[in-house]
């Protein structure tokens, strides 16, 4: 299953509340003469999807980055809290060493 059939672009462009934006199809024919208008449009278009394209990954690097701090905050949650488990168990061998 790939992006395409998850329609992650649509869902982000979604998300950011942009247009989705088709990828501009470039059709070059010897025999198609293209007008000015059209060759214009097809300017806009690649525009637009350029435009669109630079916002998802933009949105996909703040999603990474927000992922990657919160992996690590819960990776030093663990470390830290059997860490401190350690600790206290330690100290309780230590105390009861001593306490004899």
């Not at 990954?57 to 990776?75: P, Q, V």
């Amino acid at each position: 299953m790939g992006d395409k059939d998850l329609n992650i672009e649509k869902v982000i462009c979604e998300e950011l509340n942009i247009p989705a934006v088709d990828v501009p199809e470039v059709r070059n024919s010897p025999n198609m003469v293209e007008s000015s208008s059209s060759h214009h449009g097809k300017q806009v278009q690649s525009y637009q999807y350029r435009h669109m394209q630079r916002a998802q990954i933009e949105f996909i690097k703040k999603r990474l980055g927000l992922l990657e701090k919160g992996l690590i905050a819960e990776c030093q949650k663990e470390y830290f809290v059997s860490a401190l488990g350690s600790m206290v168990h330690n100290f309780y061998v230590f105390t009861e060493l001593f306490s004899l």
